[in-house]
């Protein structure tokens, strides 16, 4: 299973980043998959998660209202828009892929996993 972030930069506090997955039409379909990330010296962390229809999602109480997680019509992509952003929000950002087709949100859950994309908000 492969997927791959795109999308990470440096934006000013208060500015917008969109994040992209790009996976397999499989993984796409059948696996829960989820945006996490991790910054210097913390834990890794879940940042939100949309289950295989798309139907459900699940955000972490910090990007709540900011953030939107978001199947695109591809058939093998997906977003993380991101608004509003603020320093605290400077990280590496994960995409990754669960073994579960309904919404989970730990990382233990998740078996797949992206090389990650800096976000740097000054």
């Known amino acids: 299973v492969q997927l791959v972030e795109s999308g990470g930069g440096l934006v000013q506090a208060g500015g917008s980043l969109r994040l992209s997955c790009t996976t397999s039409p499989r993984t796409y379909s059948n696996n829960c998959i989820g945006w996490f990330r991790q910054a210097p010296d913390k834990q890794r962390e879940g940042v939100a998660a949309?289950?295989?229809?798309?139907?459900?999602?699940d955000y972490a109480g910090s990007v709540g209202g900011r953030f939107t997680i978001s199947k695109d019509n591809t058939g093998n992509t997906l977003s993380l828009q991101m608004n509003s952003l603020k320093p605290e929000d400077t990280a590496i950002y994960y995409c990754a892929a669960s073994r579960f087709w309904w919404l989970v949100t730990r990382p233990s859950e998740y078996d797949f996993w992206g090389q990650g994309t800096q976000v740097t908000v000054s």
């Open positions: 949309i289950s295989t229809d798309g139907g459900s999602t």
